[in-house]
C-alpha cells in the first residue's frame, strides 16, 4: 500500500472515530457540543470567585488569564483520560489486524481539538473585552509552535497511559489524582507571581507551564518569547518518541489481554 493511499485510509478512520465519539458522547443531551464550552467556563468563573473576589488577587485581566489556562488544560487532560480508557472501550477493534491500534488515541485527539476551537472563540471576545490589542506576527508563530509541539506532548503522554492501563487496571484511578496534582502545580490559575519562590522550580521544570505560556502568548499578553520554548519542545520530542515506541511494542499483546 502506498503511503498516500495509507494516510488516506488513516484520516477516514479518524473520522469515523470522531463522528463516533460526538455521537455517543451527545446522543440525547439538550445542548450538546457546548457542553464542551461550558465546563471550562464554569470552572473559570469559580476560579475568578474564589482567588479574585474572595482572595483579592491583584492580577491583571485575572478572568481572562484563568480562561487561557482552564482551557488549554482542560484539552490536556480530556485527551489523556479518555485515551486511558479508549483501549479498553474499543476491543472489538483491537482484534482487527487491520487497524493500527494508535488510531484510537488521534481519533480522541481531534475530536477534543474540535470542542477545543470553540473555546477560542471565546478567548477572543475576553481580549475585546479587555482591550488586548493581538499580535498578528508573533501570534500566527505561537500559534504554529503550539501546532506541531502540543500534539506530540499530549499524544506521548496518551501513549505511555493507554498502554499501562491495559495491563495495570488499577492506574485509572491513580492517573485521576495525579492529573489533578499536575493541575495544581501547573499555572492554570495561579499565576507565577504568587507561588512562593521556594517551590518555584516545581513551575519551571513542568513542560504545561511552558504550553501555557506560549498559549498565553496569544491571547493574554501577545508576544514572542523564544528563550521559554526549550522545555515544552524537548520534553514533547522525548515523550513522543518514547511513548509511541512502547506503545507499539506493548500493542502486541493488548487483544489478548482485553
Known amino acids: 500500500m ?7 485510509l488513516a484520516r477516514d478512520q479518524i473520522m469515523v472515530l470522531v463522528a463516533k465519539d460526538f455521537k455517543v458522547k451527545y446522543n440525547s443531551t439538550a445542548i450538546g457540543f457546548f457542553w464542551s464550552l461550558l465546563v471550562p467556563l464554569c470552572m ?3 476560579y475568578y470567585f474564589v482567588f479574585r473576589v474572595i482572595m483579592r488577587w491583584d492580577v491583571h485581566n485575572y478572568l481572562l488569564y484563568l480562561l487561557c489556562g482552564t482551557f488549554l488544560w482542560q484539552y490536556f ?3 489523556v483520560l479518555v485515551n486511558g ?3 479498553l472501550n474499543n476491543a472489538g477493534l483491537l482484534k482487527k489486524t487491520s487497524f493500527r491500534h494508535e488510531l484510537l488515541l488521534w481519533g480522541t485527539f481531534v475530536a477534543e481539538g474540535i ?5 477560542v472563540l471565546v478567548l477572543i471576545a475576553a481580549m475585546f473585552y479587555y ?3 493581538p499580535q498578528w506576527g508573533s501570534g500566527l508563530i505561537n500559534f504554529g509552535v503550539l501546532l506541531i509541539f502540543f500534539p506530540l506532548f499530549t499524544l506521548g503522554v496518551s501513549y505511555l497511559y493507554a498502554a499501562l492501563n491495559i495491563y495495570f487496571r488499577d492506574l485509572e484511578r491513580i492517573m485521576n489524582v495525579f492529573m489533578m496534582l499536575w493541575c495544581f502545580t501547573s499555572p492554570v490559575f495561579i499565576p507565577i507571581k504568587q507561588v512562593p519562590e521556594k517551590y518555584l522550580y516545581i513551575y519551571e521544570i513542568n513542560p504545561m507551564a511552558g504550553f501555557m505560556g506560549i498559549f498565553r502568548n496569544i491571547f493574554y499578553e501577545p508576544g514572542l518569547h523564544p528563550e521559554n520554548w526549550i522545555l515544552p519542545f524537548a520534553s514533547a520530542v522525548v515523550l513522543f518518541v518514547v511513548g509511541r515506541w512502547f506503545f507499539n511494542r506493548m500493542s502486541v499483546c493488548f487483544a489478548e489481554r482485553m
Open 77 to 79: 487532560s480530556s485527551v
Open 44 to 46: 473559570s468563573f469559580t
Open 85 to 87: 480508557g479508549v483501549m
Open 2 to 8: 502506498s503511503i498516500n493511499r495509507s494516510m488516506e
Open 131 to 133: 482591550n488586548v490589542t
Open 115 to 119: 470542542h477545543f476551537m470553540l473555546t
